[in-house]
C-alpha cells in the first residue's frame, strides 16, 4: 500500500511519541488506547517491514514492547508504514471508531487511495484522519483521535 503518516491537514501524524519512565530495557512501546466507553476490541497487528509473520497481536486496548525500529502496523483492515518504535518511549497511535449502521457494502479509502471493503453494519478502529466512502471526494468521513464517528 502506498502509505505514510500524514493523515490530512487537521493532524500531522497517526501516532505520537512520548518518554516514558516505564518504558525500561533495550525496548519501546506501543500503545493503542481508546476510552472505556467505546468497547474498542479491534486486531492490531506490528510488523517489521516486509515481513508477513507479526511481532506482535492483541485486540482491543493493549500495549506491547517492541525492539527499536519502523513497523508497519495493521489496525483492522488498515495499513499504517514506518511506524517508529524508540528506545524507552511509548508511541501510542492516534485511533478512533467509525460506528457505520447501513446494511450494505461499501469500500472505505483515504488520500493515498489506500482501501478496503466492508459490508454494514459494522464498528471498525481506524487511525486519526480523513476517508472516503467508495472512494468519492464528496463522501468524506472525519476519524477523531479517542472519538466514535456514527455513519
Do not use: C
Not at 42 to 55: E, N, R
Not at 135 to 148: A, L, M, P, S, V
Amino acid at each position: 500500500y502506498p502509505v505514510n503518516n500524514a493523515m490530512d491537514a487537521g493532524s500531522s501524524q497517526a501516532w505520537e511519541i512520548q518518554m516514558d519512565p516505564a518504558v525500561t530495557g533495550v525496548t519501546g512501546q506501543l500503545v493503542a488506547q481508546m476510552p472505556n466507553d467505546l468497547k474498542f476490541m479491534s486486531h492490531i497487528q506490528a510488523f517489521k517491514p516486509g515481513d508477513t509473520k507479526a511481532a506482535s497481536s492483541w485486540f482491543g486496548n493493549n500495549k506491547n514492547k517492541l525492539m527499536p525500529g519502523s513497523y508497519d502496523i495493521m489496525v483492522e483492515k488498515y495499513r499504517l508504514a514506518n511506524v517508529p518504535i524508540e528506545k524507552g518511549k511509548t508511541t501510542r497511535l492516534k485511533l478512533g471508531i467509525l460506528n457505520f449502521t447501513a446494511r450494505q457494502p461499501i469500500t472505505i479509502a483515504d488520500a493515498n487511495q489506500q482501501r478496503f471493503s466492508m459490508a454494514g453494519p459494522f464498528r471498525i478502529a481506524l487511525p486519526a484522519g480523513t476517508y472516503y466512502i467508495d472512494g468519492k471526494k464528496d463522501q468524506k468521513i472525519y476519524i477523531r483521535d479517542g472519538e466514535q464517528t456514527e455513519y
